[in-house]
């Protein structure tokens, strides 16, 4: 059974569902955030469990509770391991005590602004305010100096409160020159607790990922296992089960630092699926029905590299500026080695109320060149017109010679591509 805004109404998902049923308006305040007519939609089709996708209520605790307590279960992790690492305090704290390393900066909420320049005067400058609440790069401040430090704290503890209900932030030393390296974990409800290898995501513009490629073209074997043990460890020591992600940063002399953990599926899941073999989603919803699915690190196995560009109607040259509006054609590429999720077609209207992805295009090859070469011509042949997108942005990307010689990092697409 499927939900839809009155926006989603010519949703292609809804053509595939046995069921649909209408759960508001456009504004997602009164329809996809809208607790208490899911429940209702849910309870009408007498579902047995909800998958909250990876958005809106994917990381809200109070909804997986609101389920939990209505006898439906939440394809997710627990109640308290949502909570446990939707406040980044206190998931920096459970990182510590795993013997995960993270990245220097305050031990807890900052209540004072002297303490602030405290802090930072340690730590030592450049350092980012982080909300302690926050996700998806929101509300995060770079700072270099402490005048700005303080012009900054009132900022964004107002931000805070607005975007996440919670005005609580910290501080982190900016690790400069860093790759983003996450790792896929599945954990079971009996005890069984693996990582899926990892993916890099140091291509990104404003902390909001635009490429993703599995495995990292900077790890070595030694590290990739260090910190794949990291990620293992902290999810059991969080009573973690279902799908997730841990985040790490890698700086220049091969040190990671614990940054956050996603406690859901994340949108770049399908370039894990790629080199693995292994359907993300059906490993949550077996986890959820109670299965012990045996997990054994050593039988995770990995083939080949996998690259994903994330397709957006955004205006790359006006600063990734949103564009909704009728797409024309729409046709996206095929062949062996290639694969696109999307919910868009020709003719479709893209709402201006939700987020700009239009399609996820993910390639497999042999290696880290066969995948970029198949990413490039794929990216060629995809027919989208109607509206801008970020497809010739992501081919400026793959034909940059700090990409394919992997010498990029999350600075790469300000200082290269956005001057």
């Known amino acids: 059974m499927a939900v839809y805004s009155e926006a989603d109404r010519d949703a292609v998902y809804l053509r595939l569902a046995d069921e649909a049923y209408c759960i508001g308006p456009a504004e997602v305040g009164k329809s996809y955030l ?29 909804f997986a509770d609101v389920c939990r307590s209505c006898q439906i279960a939440f394809i997710g992790p627990p109640v308290e391991a949502m909570e446990l690492f939707g406040n980044k305090v206190k998931a920096r704290e459970t990182a510590k005590n795993a013997d995960v390393p993270v990245v220097p900066g305050s031990e807890g909420p900052i209540a004072e602004d002297q303490e602030a320049v405290e802090i930072a005067h340690g730590i030592g400058y450049p350092v980012i305010i982080k909300a302690a609440s926050g996700g998806g790069g929101r509300g995060m401040r770079t700072i270099h100096n402490d005048a700005s430090l303080l012009s900054n704290m009132a900022a964004a503890r107002a931000e805070a409160r ?25 954990a079971d409800g009996h005890g069984n607790v693996v990582h899926l290898g990892e993916r890099d995501c140091s291509v990104q513009r404003r902390h909001q990922k635009l490429i993703e490629e599995s495995p990292s073209p900077i790890l070595t074997r030694k590290l990739r296992e260090e910190m ?11 009573g973690y089960t279902s799908a997730g992600t841990v985040e790490f940063l890698v700086d220049g002399n091969g040190r990671f630092y614990f940054i956050e953990v996603n406690a859901r599926v994340q949108v770049e899941h399908p370039v894990t699926e790629m080199v693995t073999g292994l359907d ?140």
């Open 280 to 419: 993300i989603i059906e490993e949550q919803l077996r986890i959820a029905a109670g299965e012990d699915r045996g997990y054994r690190q050593k039988d995770i196995r990995t083939t080949g590299h996998a690259i994903e560009c994330r397709i957006n109607a955004e205006d790359p040259d006006a600063n990734f500026a949103p564009r909704p509006g009728r797409l024309g054609m729409f046709f996206p590429p095929t062949g062996i080695g290639i694969r696109v999720d999307s919910h868009a077609y020709a003719g479709y209207v893209i709402p201006p109320q939700y987020d700009s992805l239009l399609a996820k295009l993910i390639v497999h090859g042999t290696d880290r060149a066969d995948a970029i070469g198949k990413a490039r011509r794929a990216l060629d042949d995809f027919v989208l017109d109607g509206v801008p997108s970020t497809i010739p942005f992501h081919k400026r990307v793959l034909e940059h010679e700090r990409f394919q010689k992997a010498e990029h990092d999350t600075r790469f697409v300000d200082e290269e591509l956005l001057e």
């Open 34 to 62: 809208r607790l208490e007519n899911i429940i209702a939609a849910a309870e009408v089709a007498d579902v047995e469990a909800i998958h909250p996708g990876y958005g809106f209520l994917a990381e809200n605790a109070h």
């Open 228 to 238: 794949g043990r990291s990620a293992v460890r902290l999810v059991k020591a969080a």
């Open 162 to 186: 607005i975007a996440f209900g919670d005005s609580s932030v910290y501080i982190e030393k900016l690790i400069e020159g860093a790759h983003h390296v996450e790792f896929q974990i599945l």
